[in-house]
């Protein structure tokens, strides 16, 4: 008899979860609705001019935009009496910023035993390992079965440097430009075999390495490419293993000489390929290029901005409901090619940093507190890779257990006008419209709170297209919701559709629509105060998808 009875007692336990879910009237009251109107379009607007201002340089992970962010909101949170959650009593969680990158100083270059200056006369763009190996010139390196060009035809090049020159700027798939006359359609049939770059054809055939001579676009542009490469990613110290002190399979390098370099190498030989020589040749026999590099790891901070109102109710106040957002945006662009240079990022996520803040003050505003308590989280790093939010689940600084349900603010503020045809449009919601992603994944009880409490409250327009785990556009793994959905909290992702400023110089405060971030904030803050009064903690009762079994 066994399953019925495990079906019924299942039946059973889910039935108070099952009937509040499925027929949930959440009841707003007046006074409720009173604190929730402390949130105003004014206020919202206030504090988004400042936070996406020029002045705040686009936020970038790490910046000093971010950090005076970051001492705005502590400013406003100490002057409401907020509790600080970050490390030993503050309201920051520090982490620290790693990036390997090459120690110029004790990097050492030679040719024929002559020292060169790495960063002046070398730099190494991609790749790893050290090289004592001689040099073969191979033309432009393109091996292109369909046009019958191969300069690999007479020359060996096993455990040498191949050097290539080829004018232009390199670009599409490789390191150096298309020859004259061939397009990317003439990379027709397979990579490696049918046609090849320089890469692919030396680290097929056993080269030490690549060799990229100045080109005209190399030698006016060597400051920048010098200054960009031989600088490993940055990554989150604490999330990231050491790289290992020798690299792990075989070392290949991909190196860019400075005319200085390359004059020296081809002194004296049969062809100068900066003057015009194609033709495939050994060079300087009997010559060596060594290079071994060093690396030092530099370290940056950044932080998490973490607060606690504390609850009225003696045992729920353990309890916490989690409200977030990334404060965060993808800083400057020197070289981008409009005048304005700063990725302002207003709606992304200037919006979701300002509702949280508003959200704060409205609860230190109201005449009563919440029976549950309520974290406030500002993530850093959420556009380099959802840095704050995997930092603060890996190294929570409060009882991760006990925080019952997150909800996650990102992209609230803009709307698509009327009449509005533009195509990058097309899937942004109207002014009384918004995307609800995450809260019917989890928790039935989650999904049926947040859904009663807008059909209570303002009854906007929740649209519940992306709120699948296989919707293509995989919108519940790209905020920082998902680090607490991977910890098992159940989560809700408030967001407004993908517009044309979405990660453009042109997310200006301005082109926000405030009465719609006023209602949505407004109904994000009571259906965090409708969790914070549950009776019982929304359980996790849906099958998960795959990505959130992985933890
Ligand atoms: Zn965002």
């Given at each position: 008899m066994k399953r019925t009875f495990l079906a019924l007692l299942l039946v059973a336990t889910f039935a108070t979860q099952a009937t509040f879910a499925q027929t949930t009237k959440v009841t707003i009251t007046a006074a409720e609705k009173k604190i929730a109107e402390n949130i105003t379009a004014a206020q919202i607007s206030n504090y988004l001019y400042f936070v996406a201002s020029d002045a705040m340089g686009g936020r970038d992970t790490p910046s000093v935009g971010l950090d005076i962010t970051a001492e705005f909101l502590k400013m406003n949170l100490q002057r409401w009496g907020f509790k600080p959650a970050g490390d030993n009593g503050t309201f920051f969680q520090k982490f620290g910023l790693r990036r390997d990158v090459i120690d110029p100083k004790a990097t050492s270059v030679k040719y024929n035993g002559i020292s060169y200056e790495y960063g002046e006369d070398l730099a190494r763009v991609g790749g790893s390992g050290s090289i004592s190996a001689p040099i073969v010139f191979a033309g432009n390196g393109w091996m292109i079965k369909s046009k019958g060009l191969n300069p690999y035809a007479n020359i060996d090049v096993k455990g040498k440097v191949i050097a290539v020159f080829a004018e232009g700027e390199p670009g599409g798939r490789s390191i150096t430009p298309l020859p004259?006359?061939?397009?990317?359609?003439?990379?027709?049939?397979?990579?490696?075999?049918d046609w090849a770059d320089v890469n692919t054809y030396g680290r097929a055939n056993g080269a030490a390495g690549v060799l990229v001579l100045p080109s005209k676009f190399l030698a006016d542009n060597w400051s920048e490419v010098t200054a960009q490469f031989g600088r490993g990613r940055m990554v989150v110290d604490k999330l990231t293993p050491p790289t290992p002190a020798t690299p792990t399979g075989p070392s290949f390098s991909l190196l860019v000489a400075s005319p200085k370099l390359a004059k020296a190498i081809f002194a004296g030989e049969q062809g100068d390929p900066m003057n015009g020589a194609t033709n495939s040749f050994d060079v300087g026999a009997g010559k060596k290029f060594e290079l071994s590099v060093a690396t030092k790891t530099e370290m940056a901070w950044t932080q998490n901005v973490i607060a606690l109102w504390e609850g009225s109710d003696p045992t729920l106040k353990a309890e916490m409901v989690a409200v977030g957002a990334h404060y965060d945006h993808v800083g400057t662009n020197p070289n981008a090619p409009g005048p304005d240079k700063i990725w302002n990022g207003a709606d992304d996520d200037g919006s979701g940093t300002v509702a949280v803040l508003s959200i704060a003050e409205a609860l230190a505003k109201a005449p009563k507190r919440p029976k549950r308590s309520v974290l406030l989280v500002w993530h850093a790093g959420e556009e380099k890779g959802l840095w704050g939010a995997d930092y603060f689940n890996k190294f929570p600084t409060v009882d991760i257990k006990k925080v019952i349900a997150q909800l996650n603010i990102d992209m609230i503020g803009r709307s698509k006008a009327a009449g509005d045809t533009n195509p990058k449009n097309k899937e942004l919601s109207g002014p009384n419209d918004i995307y609800v992603i995450g809260s019917e994944m989890m928790s039935s009880t989650l999904g049926a709170v947040v859904k009663g409490t807008n059909s209570g409250f303002l009854k906007l327009g929740y649209d519940y297209k992306y709120d699948d785990p296989k919707d293509p556009n995989r919108f519940f793994f790209r905020s920082d919701h998902f680090h607490y959905a991977q910890n098992g909290i159940p989560v809700t992702f408030w967001f407004d559709g993908e517009h044309e400023d979405y990660h453009q110089p042109g997310d200006h405060p301005d082109k926000i629509d405030y009465q719609k971030m006023e209602k949505v904030t407004r109904t994000i803050f009571l259906t965090m105060w409708e969790l914070t009064d549950l009776k019982e903690r929304p359980k996790v009762d849906k099958e998960l998808p795959a990505e959130l079994k992985q933890r």
């Open positions: 004259a006359g061939v397009t990317q359609a003439d990379l027709t049939g397979t990579r490696g075999t």
